[in-house]
Nanobody
Framework: QVQLVESGGGLVQAGGSLRLSCAAS????????MAWFRQAPGKERDIVAAITRSGGNAYYADSVKGRFTISRGNAKMTVYLQMNSLRPEDTAVYYC?????????????????WGQGTQVTVSS
């Protein structure tokens, strides 16, 4: 099994920054993708960003391009999300996810493991 633990959420004013962290433990995979999704109340869970194991390929949702940066950690199966220029519409629970097959997908159901989520609230 794999456990994902997120940290770094909180309350920030519009225009501010936050950095989310996610560390996976347990079983390891030779090839994988780690991603961040978010879900606001009453809305679907949407992808924010994803990155391959090598870091050579990354995906960003249009709504966060130029403001958010996903990166790999030095430790295996760790990922960060640097969020700058935050907006009230970025308010959501942010989830870390891992796909064990190494293919970037925007569909939540393709990801095999999930963290418990961390709340990000951006005040206007």
């Amino acid at each position: 099994q794999v456990q994902l633990v997120e940290s770094g959420g909180g309350l920030v004013q519009a225009g501010g920054s936050l950095r989310l962290s996610c560390a996976a433990s347990g079983r390891t995979f030779s090839n994988y993708v780690m991603a961040w999704f978010r879900q606001a109340p009453g809305k679907e869970r949407d992808i924010v960003a994803a990155i391959t194991r090598s870091g050579g390929n990354a995906y960003y949702a249009d709504s966060v391009k130029g403001r958010f940066t996903i990166s790999r950690g030095n430790a295996k199966m760790t990922v960060y999300l640097q969020m700058n220029s935050l907006r009230p519409e970025d308010t959501a629970v942010y989830y870390c996810a891992l796909d064990r097959y190494g293919v970037i997908s925007t569909t939540p159901s393709t990801y095999n493991y999930w963290g418990q989520g961390t709340q990000v609230t951006v005040s206007s």
